[in-house]
């Protein structure tokens, strides 16, 4: 019997414990807003200890409260058997970094006998959340100026496309009817500045297509569709027909994905790999390219490229060509780079740049390796849905 009697009492001390234990601030007043229960938390918050405050008039320990309507209104809806909230309030006691739920106490039979109030404290949040508008709004700002610096880059584009390019026109056509109408005096030396003139016009026009190119990559304007890559291939095919009618070579490809892309730049993708390996080739020799494309695993993407939350698609293009060395790799990436005499090899230098920033701008990697007996291959890794 003396053991029965012990366990109500051990049962309320363990109640004690567990209620000190809160890391909240724990308060309870009965129906007639007397305190009935103060933990160590709202304690040490506080500096009243519990056997200063338990049994005294809510309103009398904390006057200042009923200046808070809300407050006193959750207080009273909760004693009338409703949960509340209040969430924290900067200037006001109890809610300073804290938010309210106020919890009805209610009896076996659904009478209300008092309240519970647990206060939580916020403040981590509230620094965090503050830290976090911060750097929103720092984005922001940095975001308007990117749309001002993409603006500018459009009028520079534009200015490019347009006023720059055709006064090139009208200055190849004026050299080229000079060669016309008065090409029977003028010496071969003449003929051949002009030549070389209209050969630097013609490598000034292909640089200002290049540029305008990489400009749209980096719009903001452009909108992810669905792309069938077999009808990319085809198009780009058609393109390049007469090179590769001229040049003799097969250009082949196996079944192609469909993909969530950018088509325009898909299409220059396709268009400078394949316009690459057509253009590197050995005096005489025969090119040949061939596009293939299959699903990757983790462990096949290269070092330091994973990407969790997508599977990789593997797009490659592998062609017969000069290659290159192997230390050049990543050179053959940066604009302008040449890795072979402008007069053997004729373009701008950005043809492989403008193809890496197309695949990063589709979130993926591109890599090139070379063949130990010539050619090369080009690895693109796209994300697939």
């Given at each position: ?59 009398e320990v904390f006057p200042q409260l009923q200046e808070d309507r809300d407050l006193m209104d959750a207080i009273e809806f909760a004693m009338r058997g409703k949960k509340t909230f209040l969430p924290a309030r900067q200037g006001l006691l109890n809610r300073q970094n804290y938010e309210n739920h106020f919890i009805p106490l209610k009896d ?278």
């Amino acid at each position: 019997m003396q053991r029965d009697a012990q366990k109500p009492h051990a049962l309320a001390n363990l109640y004690e414990m567990l209620n000190d234990s809160s890391i909240d601030r724990v308060m309870a007043i009965d129906d007639e807003w007397r305190i009935i229960a103060w933990n160590k938390t709202a304690a040490q918050v506080t500096g009243l200890e519990k056997n200063e405050i338990v049994g005294k008039r809510f309103l009398e320990v904390f006057p200042q409260l009923q200046e808070d309507r809300d407050l006193m209104d959750a207080i009273e809806f909760a004693m009338r058997g409703k949960k509340t909230f209040l969430p924290a309030r900067q200037g006001l006691l109890n809610r300073q970094n804290y938010e309210n739920h106020f919890i009805p106490l209610k009896d076996d039979e659904g009478h209300v006998k008092g309240v519970m109030n647990i206060m939580h404290d916020v403040a981590h949040r509230e620094k965090a959340e503050k830290k976090l508008q911060e750097l929103n709004d720092a984005l922001e700002h940095k975001y308007r100026q990117l749309e001002t610096a993409s603006t500018e880059m459009a009028t520079f584009t534009y200015i490019t496309s347009n006023e720059i390019k055709e006064p090139l026109r009208h200055v190849y056509t004026a050299f080229e009817l000079l060669m016309k109408s008065e090409g029977n005096s003028l010496s071969n030396g003449g003929k051949a500045n002009i030549r070389r003139i209209q050969a630097s016009l013609n490598r000034m026009n292909l640089l200002l297509d290049d540029i305008s190119a990489l400009s749209q990559i980096n719009s903001f304007n452009q909108e992810r569709t669905t792309i069938d890559l077999n009808e990319v291939f085809r198009h780009v095919q058609l393109k390049l027909q007469n090179k590769i009618t001229e040049k003799q070579a097969v250009v082949t490809a196996g079944e192609l994905p469909v993909i969530r892309g950018y088509r325009d730049m898909l299409q220059t993708l396709f268009y400078n790999l394949i316009d690459n390996s057509l253009k590197f080739q050995a005096p005489g020799n025969l090119p040949q390219v061939n596009i293939s494309c299959r699903l990757v695993q983790d462990d096949e993407l290269p070092a330091g490229f994973k990407r969790a939350d997508k599977k990789m698609l593997l797009l490659t293009f592998t062609d017969n060509g000069i290659g290159f060395e192997p230390q050049y790799a990543s050179r053959i990436f940066i604009m302008f780079e040449k890795l072979h005499p402008k007069t053997l090899y004729h373009g701008s230098g950005m043809g492989l740049a403008i193809a890496k920033k197309i695949v990063e701008a589709h979130d993926g990697f591109i890599q090139a390796i070379p063949h130990a007996d010539g050619g090369a291959t080009f690895e693109c890794y796209l994300p697939t849905e």
